[in-house]
Structure formats: C-alpha cells, structure tokens
C-alpha cells in the first residue's frame, strides 16, 4: 500500500485515479505528476516500485500543495475576508451562500434544515 502526503492510497486502482484521493489533486494534476515520474499511464498502485512511489512523493511535496497546508491556505483565505469585513466575509460568517445565489428559497446546504416559524396557520 503506498502511502503520499499522508493519505493511504487504494491499491488496485490505476495510479492516475489512486492519486485523486489526495486533497489537492484532481485529474489534471494527476496525470502531470505521472508524466513527471514516467509512470505508464495504465500501471496499478501495487505495481509500483519503491522507487517509483519515492518519486512521486518528492514531485507532490516540492511541487504541489496538498492536505494539511492547502487546508490551512483555504482556511486562512476565508479568514482573512471575515477579518477584513468586506462583503464575501460577512457572507461566511453568517453561513450564507458567498457567490450570489438566491436564499428566499433553496440554500439549504449552507442554512442547514428549515426551522418552522410560529404563527402561520390561517
């Protein structure tokens, strides 16, 4: 089982996709950093080689920000625009939807279930 920025990944998958579990890595990534370690497109998590997987932990930690420290980064990001007060910050801190969507209705994800109002029966 190869283990990369302390994520366990899945070892009968192709390495291509195998490399998607790690937060921070998506298709495109991917595909880059197996063509980086000249990894066959095709070769499974439990064909690699210990060197092969060494390789691919060096390219991911010198060139890519995964996990933990790309966690932190987005947190700190939205942080700084609670701190600032500026409009997408106020937005967050009242866990409304940040990008312009309508909440008279929908929003459900970031207000969370419907709370019932007293008084509305007729």
Same mark, same amino acid.
């Given at each position: 089982? !190869?283990? @990369?920025?302390?994520?366990?990944?899945?070892?009968?998958?192709?390495?291509?996709? *195998? %490399? =998607?579990?790690?937060?921070? /890595?998506?298709?495109?990534?991917?595909?880059?950093?197996?063509?980086? !370690?000249? @990894?066959?497109?095709?070769?499974?998590?439990?064909?690699?080689?210990?060197?092969? *997987? %060494? =390789?691919?932990?060096?390219? /991911?930690?010198?060139?890519?920000?995964?996990?933990?420290?790309?966690?932190?980064?987005?947190?700190?990001?939205?942080?700084?625009?609670?701190?600032?007060?500026?409009?997408?910050?106020?937005?967050?801190?009242?866990?409304?939807?940040?990008?312009?969507?309508?909440?008279?209705?929908?929003?459900?994800?970031?207000?969370?279930?419907?709370?019932?109002?007293?008084?509305?029966?007729?």
């Amino acid at each position: 089982m !190869a283990r @990369i920025a302390g994520v366990n990944l899945p070892t009968n998958k192709r390495v291509v996709i *195998a %490399l =998607q579990y790690i937060h921070g /890595i998506g298709p495109k990534f991917a595909s880059e950093i197996i063509t980086k !370690a000249n @990894i066959p497109a095709e070769r499974r998590v439990n064909e690699l080689t210990d060197a092969e *997987a %060494l =390789q691919m932990r060096e390219i /991911i930690d010198r060139d890519y920000k995964v996990e933990g420290d790309l966690r932190r980064e987005v947190s700190m990001n939205i942080k700084r625009l609670m701190d600032l007060g500026c409009y997408r910050g106020l937005r967050h801190r009242r866990s409304l939807p940040v990008r312009g969507q309508r909440t008279h209705t929908n929003a459900r994800t970031r207000k969370g279930p419907a709370k019932a109002i007293a008084g509305k029966k007729k």
